[in-house]
């Protein structure tokens, strides 16, 4: 059984800094796409970042505009794990946050991509 496991939310003020860290079983994602989505209430659950697989040690990075040059992606596939490091943090990037795998190297926008989900962590930032 393939799961995703996601860990390092919590509570901090606008300004702050928390690395959220995906931890993956049943199945190695070494050679897959990896992404992280977040939905705050009453919205929709959107792509933050994801990390495309090159090779061995090799991936690309993609960060949306929302987001860059405050949130970097980054993944060790000897650890089976991707990881989403966030500075800067504004309140409204108050979401629960999900881990998301796909079967194939090449990441995507769309939710209906990803085959496999974690249950999601919660992160608020207070102002």
């Known amino acids: 059984q393939v799961q995703l496991v996601e860990s390092g939310g919590g509570l901090v003020q606008a300004g702050g800094s928390l690395r959220l860290s995906c931890a993956a079983s049943?199945?190695?994602?070494?050679?897959?796409?990896m992404g992280w989505f977040r939905q705050a209430p009453g919205k929709s659950r959107d792509l933050v970042a994801a990390?495309?697989?090159?090779?061995?040690?090799?991936?690309?990075?993609y960060v949306t505009d929302a987001v860059k040059g405050r949130f970097t992606i980054s993944r060790d596939d000897a650890k089976n794990a991707v990881y989403l490091q966030m500075n800067s943090l504004k309140p409204e990037d108050t979401a629960v946050y999900y881990c998301?795998?796909?079967?194939?190297?090449?990441?995507?926008?769309?939710?209906?991509?990803?085959?496999?989900w974690g249950q999601g962590t919660q992160v608020t930032v207070s102002s």
């Open positions: 998301a795998g796909r079967s194939t190297r090449y990441y995507s926008s769309s939710l209906s991509d990803y085959d496999y």
């Open positions: 990390t495309s697989w090159k090779g061995v040690g090799t991936y690309d990075g």
């Open positions: 049943g199945r190695t994602f070494s050679g897959s796409a």
